[in-house]
């Protein structure tokens, strides 16, 4: 039972769980319109204590989609936390005004300390680095619906794969599947931390390698996760020169790549990703965007109670 | 030899690393109690060299689940009538709460005020904490 349940962190729910909902996505997806009241006189909170347009949009839109309404704030100082309430006070304040909360923190673990104050269900939209469980949620459906399953793939994951948390939590989340193997590629720098390594890929006998350039590898993946490389992450200036072009994706790495590759991106990007890919149909990550909303209708259903 | 009376009914914590006995001494408050306390610091041991201990006359109803968590070496031995009737063994606690702090200056304990610092007990193997709220992993007893 999904219902009243929060969503803090991505390894809250089991296989079964995101089954279920990924099953509902796909049924949203299938026939919109059917869904067009299910959240009537519904109210989502967004509790946005920092700016994050791109997640409040795609809560949001999920939310009028469902015919339900939306109330909150989008950053800390045009709120009654500028006047210093705490998380607790708040949380119980809108919890009596909405049904469900969105809620977004730069400090790690606000939404799980929320949770334990609220009369109704807390999501995580993003707390620092720490976690952001409907980006997981998102890219799981994406794979579900381009590759068909979430296991025997290669994946690989580029760029900063060291402080890349939705890298981190996509990595566990596909470790619970079968026959799935891992291709890291970054800088030195920028390597997996030592405990993904052995709390999760070790531990659960995962093969995986480590590699610098993106086109070493291309021929042998079927999902490509790209994420962004700041050069202020370099220890030194003749490394970013040397690798800087290893980390950005254009046409002619593409052509290195199988024909059932699908690239995924969290967004936004930077210059990782060459516009040129854009048409590619194996770029994925402006579908990726759309699944995201519809994930995030699927999951406000079902802690809703509604479906 | 210091000499310190054997006690005839109470609790012995024996065993306790060399310098941990005054921390375990205020962590159970043992300074607002009113029966006899005896805190041994640096007493030779066999096992391990030097060693602090605690003994209590009378036996209170102490809460000792925090022991575990400061060293599982402590030995705890209830004594009845000068004799040990029963040697209690220390475990983890699950649950730590308002007694560590969490470290990691981005974690929401260190701006939000009145919260209580949880730590839950992650692997009993290891021995790892990690914070309720932002999974930070707290090492080791330093206050
Ligand atoms: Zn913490």
Known sequence: ?307 | MLYIDSIVNGIVIDHIKVGYGFKIFNYLGLNNVDCRVALIMNSPSKKCGKKDMIKIENVMDLDLTMLGFIDPNITVNIIENEKIKEKISLSLPEKIEGVIKCKNPRCVTSTERNIKHIFVLTDEEKGIYRCQYCDHIYDTWEE
């Open chain 1, 1 to 307: 039972m999904l219902k009243g349940r929060h969503l803090i962190g991505s390894e809250d729910f089991t296989i079964r769980e995101l089954e279920e909902i990924f099953k509902l996505a796909d049924e949203i997806i299938e026939d919109q319109d059917s869904f067009l009241d299910s959240c009537h006189g519904k109210i989502l909170g967004t509790l946005f204590y920092e700016p994050s347009t791109r997640t409040r949009l795609s809560f949001e839109s999920a939310m009028l989609r469902l015919g339900g309404n939306v109330i909150g704030f989008s950053e800390a100082a045009s709120s009654s936390v500028k006047k210093g309430e705490s998380i607790p006070d708040t949380v119980r304040t809108v919890g009596s005004y909405a049904d469900i909360i969105a809620m977004r923190h730069p400090k790690e673990g606000a939404p799980r300390l929320a949770s334990f104050y609220s009369p109704v269900p807390i999501i995580n939209a993003g707390d620092g680095g720490h976690q952001h469980p409907t980006q997981t949620l998102t890219d799981l459906l994406t794979i579900r619906n381009t590759k068909g399953q979430f296991s025997n793939l290669t994946i690989g994951l580029c760029g900063d794969l060291k402080f890349g948390r939705t890298v981190h939590s996509l990595i566990k989340a596909l470790s619970k599947y079968e026959n799935n193997s891992f291709v890291l590629i970054s800088p030195q720098e920028l390597k997996i931390p030592d405990y993904i390594k052995s709390d999760v890929l070790d531990k659960n006998n995962i093969k995986y390698i480590e590699v610098e350039r993106l086109e070493d590898v291309m021929s042998s993946l079927d999902i490509l996760y790209m994420t962004r490389v700041q050069k202020e992450r370099f220890f030194n200036e003749a490394d970013y020169i040397r690798l800087k072009d290893s980390y950005i994706l254009d046409s002619k790495k593409m052509d290195l790549a199988r024909k059932d590759l699908i690239v995924l991106h969290p967004l936004p990007r930077v210059n990782e990703i060459s516009y040129e890919v854009d048409t590619d149909p194996r770029a994925c990550y402006f579908q990726q965007v759309n699944f995201g909303m519809y994930v995030r209708m699927a999951l406000m259903l079902k802690l809703l109670g509604v479906r």
